[in-house]
């Protein structure tokens, strides 16, 4: 493949080639690179499973095809990835509602003490209730 593409390169008919085409450097350095991207460009193919190559030989296998047990699997993930979203978002509200109530509660006893009127005989600490 490399070869055919080096060889239409440096055809001086075809339209596609090197700026100076009279630099042998380069013309070569060109070259070079092309067979590089084009190792390259096999080699993903080769990793993607869709071409298979046995030295200069290279066969088409196709491109992947997603199976409906993948789309069954997959389905079945976003289902129960929803199910902790919808969890997590109401242990969040509640969180957020113990929080308010935690404040409303500071709030009144800022209140309460700061009029002056400061509930007397509270419970000393420690204490032992018994039932």
Do not use: C, H
Not at 3 to 11: G, I, K, N, P
């Amino acid at each position: 493949v490399a070869d055919e593409l080096v060889a239409e390169f440096a055809d001086p008919n075809s339209n596609i080639g090197s700026p100076d085409p009279d630099n042998p450097n380069t013309q070569q350095y060109d070259e070079k690179n092309i067979r590089r991207r084009v190792y390259d460009a096999l080699n993903v193919l080769m990793a993607m499973d869709i071409i298979s190559k046995d030295k200069k030989e290279i066969q088409w296998k196709g491109l992947p095809r997603t199976s409906l047990s993948d789309i069954d699997k997959l389905k079945t993930e976003v289902i129960g990835l929803k199910g902790r979203i919808d969890k997590k978002s109401a242990y969040l509200q509640e969180l957020q509602d113990q929080y308010v109530g935690l404040q409303n509660l500071v709030e009144r006893n800022e209140q309460l003490y700061g009029s002056g009127d400061a509930p007397s005989g509270g419970v000393a600490l420690p204490f032992i209730l018994v039932q």
